[in-house]
């Protein structure tokens, strides 16, 4: 496939493995659910037991990068989709007080594994490849998210909750064995190489880079450019998810009922198969920050839509711009923390941005559910201004390194025609 030439086959083959997970990965859609149906928890404490299993997931998010720079991120893989897999498959027939640990230490083996994954993606595929690398995986996670939710409620109306958790942990553990499979241990530990790590962006005020064995916070201080990214991201989700929180209370508010949100939402996967790939490729040359910023404008004109009235024409519209700007900014902002990390911390840099990234499952239902209660008539416009506000950011950040970069390039230039010229003036003859 044209654009794809450079992904490293293991990717292609760990990409069927994320596939498979993610069509039986349905027991977080209908937890909720579960916990006040068969196990008979009244909302506040399936409330808590939800939200503390958020908590593991963002957790696990941030700390699984960490964990693979250590002991390998293969290995943390397969170890944290072993525990995952066999606490959902314990869940059925624990104790119903024991679901207040056991559930957010499946969901934190869940964010070990995604940013265990990511980071593995990150070190086997060259640089120049790996949007396109994690388009693929994006992509194919999209599509099988796509056919979970429905299989997942004929699973359940049809047999019971039990074999929505038995069919997780079932997935869970084949992604263990597929991956122990078609990832040999060495490719994991894949460094880039020297031409590779010369032609990162590094600040000249860090005389290595930042590449030496230092602490990841002196890498990170050394590349303001990714701190400024990962405030725009934890921005950004805060408003993304709101999708999944306020949006579909807004639209039962105006006569619009659940399965009209359903139908919205399988348009957002819908969007993301058709487009991601062949995005991916056509911008892979494009700067980052600015596909990022634009993503993330196009995220804010999404909401924006929801101001021109409640309906279903408006609720597609937004749904069309928010996947168009997911599409351009998740995959680019996390090739870009990868592309930037040094070489002895690629984990712990896609642990932060894989931790930022979901941080908006916590944060979201509470500032949006606490806003929308006081004022829903602010909701919409906040979040277009926040998500195009961060968008902007990035957007000028790009433009000046841009100019940086043009200014370093006229420099270097005119320093050589100036030495060309000295030594031309050196050798010249002198007349009689």
């Excluded at 503390?52 to 699984?64: C, D, E, H, P, S």
């Excluded at 950004?236 to 619009?256: E, I, K, M, N, W």
């Excluded at 168009?324 to 930037?340: C, S």
């Amino acid at each position: 496939m044209k654009g794809f030439k450079d992904v490293p086959r293991v990717v292609w083959l760990l990409a069927a493995g994320v596939f498979v997970n993610a069509v039986v990965s349905f027991t977080f859609v209908f937890v909720f659910l579960y916990l006040t149906g068969p196990r008979g928890l009244g909302a506040a404490q399936a409330g808590v037991v939800t939200g503390i299993g958020g908590v593991g997931l963002v957790a696990g998010n941030f700390t699984g990068g960490w964990y693979g720079d250590r002991f390998g991120h293969r290995r943390v893989l397969l170890a944290a989709s072993a525990l995952g897999g066999l606490v959902l498959l314990a869940v059925p027939v624990l104790a119903t007080p024991l679901l207040y640990a056991a559930l957010p230490v499946a969901q934190y083996a869940s964010g070990v594994v995604r940013a265990a994954n990511s980071a593995l993606v990150a070190v086997v595929v060259p640089e120049g490849a790996r949007r396109q690398a994690f388009a693929v995986v994006r992509c194919v996670s999209n599509g099988g998210f796509t056919l979970g939710p429905p299989l997942g409620a004929l699973v359940a109306a049809e047999l019971s909750y039990d074999w929505l958790f038995a069919g997780d942990a079932a997935g869970t553990l084949f992604f263990a064995l597929w991956t122990a499979r078609v990832v040999p241990a060495r490719v994991a530990f894949r460094t880039p190489s020297p031409v590779a790590l010369r032609a990162r962006e590094v600040p000249s005020a860090a005389p290595d880079g930042g590449l030496g064995r230092g602490g990841v916070w002196a890498a990170l201080r050394a590349r303001p450019a990714v701190l400024v990214l990962l405030g725009a991201i934890l921005v950004a989700d805060v408003v993304y998810r709101q999708q999944y929180s306020t949006f579909p209370v807004f639209l039962a508010d105006h006569g619009l009922d659940v399965r009209a949100f359903g139908l919205v939402i399988a348009l957002n996967g819908a969007v993301i198969l058709l487009l991601e790939l062949p995005a991916a490729v056509a911008l892979r040359r494009r700067p980052p920050l600015a596909v990022t910023g634009t993503g993330l404008v196009l995220l804010g004109a999404g909401y924006a839509a929801l101001l021109l009235g409640a309906g279903a024409a408006t609720a597609v519209a937004m749904m069309v711009l928010l996947s168009l700007g997911e599409i351009l900014y998740k995959t680019t902002a996390t090739a870009y923390v990868a592309d930037q990390a040094p070489a002895h911390a690629v984990g712990r840099f896609q642990s932060l941005y894989a931790g930022v990234s979901v941080s908006g499952t916590i944060l979201s239902p509470v500032a949006g559910g606490a806003l929308y209660a006081v004022a829903p008539w602010l909701l919409w416009p906040l979040c277009a201004a926040l998500a195009a506000g961060a968008g902007a950011v990035l957007i000028r950040l790009s433009a000046r390194q841009g100019r940086a970069a043009r200014r370093s390039a006229t420099g270097e230039e005119r320093r050589g025609a100036r030495s060309a010229h000295e030594t031309g003036s050196r050798r010249r003859p002198v007349a009689g």
